[in-house]
Nanobody, 123 residues
């Protein structure tokens, strides 16, 4: 199973960016999906999560500015980031709890991570 993130880049304070992350492979089911971020010198922190049923959870620092969503048919999770601040600058990682089918017909639960996409907020 692979997670491919995209959509990072440079934005001005007050601007917007939209991140996407698509899961691919022999996927039987995806449970929770989410976004985490890691700024230089800091630990990785939770940004937002979403269940397969659409229930969401946000870090206090992004609540009201960021929106997480998912398209279950496309195995994709999104993060719409509005009113960006310089302190949002970080590498953003997508995460998914995936039930996958191996070539051996074994079913395994995986905690998958995307490769990270850099978001820089600066004027």
């Amino acid at each position: 199973v692979q997670l491919q993130a995209s959509g990072g880049g440079l934005a001005q304070p007050g601007g917007s960016l939209r991140l996407s992350c698509a899961a691919s492979g022999s996927i039987l089911r995806i449970d929770d999906m989410g976004w985490y971020r890691q700024a230089p010198g800091n630990q990785r922190e939770l940004v937002a999560t979403i269940t397969s049923g659409g229930n969401t959870n946000y870090a206090v620092s992004v609540k009201g500015r960021f929106t997480i969503s998912r398209d279950n048919a496309k195995n994709t999770v999104y993060l719409q980031m509005n009113s960006l601040k310089p302190e949002d600058t970080a590498v953003y990682y997508c995460n998914a709890k995936i039930l996958s089918l191996l070539l051996t017909s074994e079913i395994v639960a995986e905690n998958g991570w995307g490769q990270g996409t850099l978001v820089t907020v600066s004027s």
